[in-house]
């Protein structure tokens, strides 16, 4: 049975003027509910948090489509409907094993209190982001990622969530970090002195770029606001960042080795680019809710069966191709002084995992739902 009906009342005097991650406890609350698939929220406010819900809640929420929030009002008990505390913090988890979390005569469904979190102090607050915050760094899988970006980057989205900066400004913010990187790769080409600097420049700006990475990200999961269109936006700035990186490097590399060979690794790099690009895009076109290159994974590799060959392979070597580790090694080679092999390198594993892709998508794509 799928409830998408729920009654929020005031059951305590709790801190509702305070927020958790950059939201107001009850304004997290319903986007939580909106997210899960709720579509009728009724509000049982005391005067006191009724009051604050209208001066300062209710216009954040105005741009939640497809939701009606109906005040004062009694709910029918005729459709199943969850009735909940406005100070309770709920989690994914707790939703999506209902029966576990949840009980009550006929229609209406009311939370089992000792398997939940209620604000009733500031420390529970802090309690609620340290969830939210295991939850993110739960679900990152790369060991870089989890045990040195997420450290720097996490606190940083925390501080960002109080701006109330929309996540998708943040991806251009790091765009433009990540065009820098190439800008100094680019200036490196002209400059007579301090080339090595440059090449550092290049390197460490990339690489901070990959840091940052998570942030949009992480403010869009801590204040609920994760869109398809913002999914769409962080892969095209993950893939013109590399890009513009990539053809930097490349004009380094053909000033200074031979030409011809130069070239021959150029186009084999580039070309498996487009075709690894290409095989990532056409299932999260067809087959995909999201638009970040990472479902290709989630949800499509890691099902497929680990007999074939080629599916083990790609799981053994996917990691050297994931942003966390490429720009950390990227930052190295500048760093020694070697950035003539960066291309050479980059497009012997590019292209074998290009080609390796698109092989599995022939053999997969059309059937992976069954496995």
């Avoid at 709920?90 to 089992?112: A, C, M």
């Avoid at 929309?166 to 002209?190: C, D, E, Q, R």
């Avoid at 080339?195 to 770029?209: D, E, I, R």
């Avoid at 056409?282 to 890691?302: H, I, P």
Wanted: glycine letters at 4%.
């Amino acid at each position: 049975m799928k409830i998408q009906k729920a009654y929020l009342y005031t059951q305590i005097r709790y801190p509702y003027d305070k927020k958790i991650a950059g939201l107001y406890p009850l304004e997290r609350l319903i986007k939580f509910l909106k997210n899960k698939g709720f579509y009728e929220i009724y509000l049982n406010l005391s005067e006191k948090e009724g009051l604050f819900y209208n001066q300062k809640i209710a216009k954040h929420l105005k741009k939640l489509e497809g939701l009606k929030i109906i005040l004062n009002e009694m709910i029918s008990p005729n459709t199943p409907f969850l009735k909940i505390p406005t100070n309770i913090f709920l989690e994914p988890k707790q939703l999506n094993s209902f029966n576990d979390y949840f009980s009550g005569p006929k229609n209406i469904f009311t939370p089992i209190e000792k398997k939940f979190l209620f604000f009733k102090t500031k420390d529970d607050l802090s309690k609620g982001e340290k969830i939210l915050k295991n939850q993110i760094t739960s679900n990152t899988s790369g060991f870089i990622a989890r045990e040195i970006n997420k450290k720097i980057s996490l606190p940083i989205s925390f501080f960002l969530t109080k701006t109330r900066l929309h996540p998708n400004y943040l991806t251009i913010v790091n765009m433009l970090i990540g065009l820098w990187a190439s800008i100094s790769l680019f200036i490196s080409a002209k400059s007579l002195q301090n080339k090595y600097l440059w090449h550092l420049s290049g390197g460490f700006f990339f690489q901070l770029a990959s840091i940052l990475d998570g942030v949009d990200g992480e403010v869009a999961k801590l204040t609920l606001t994760t869109s398809k269109l913002g999914s769409w936006l962080d892969t095209l700035s993950d893939n013109l960042t590399l890009f513009l990186f990539l053809s930097a490097a490349s004009y380094l590399n053909y000033l200074q080795i031979d030409p011809k060979l130069s070239l021959a690794f150029i186009i084999i790099m580039f070309s498996g680019l487009f075709l690894m690009i290409y095989a990532m895009v056409s299932y999260l076109r067809n087959y995909s809710q999201s638009g970040s290159l990472v479902a290709y994974d989630k949800e499509f590799l890691q099902k497929l069966p680990l007999n074939n060959p080629l599916v083990k392979f790609i799981h053994r070597v996917k990691y050297i191709t994931k942003k966390e580790f490429f720009s950390i090694l990227f930052f190295f080679i500048c760093s020694a002084g070697l950035i003539s092999y960066l291309i050479p390198l980059v497009s012997i594993v590019v292209f074998i995992s290009a080609i390796i892709l698109i092989l599995i998508n022939k053999r997969y794509l059309k059937t992976f739902k069954n496995f």
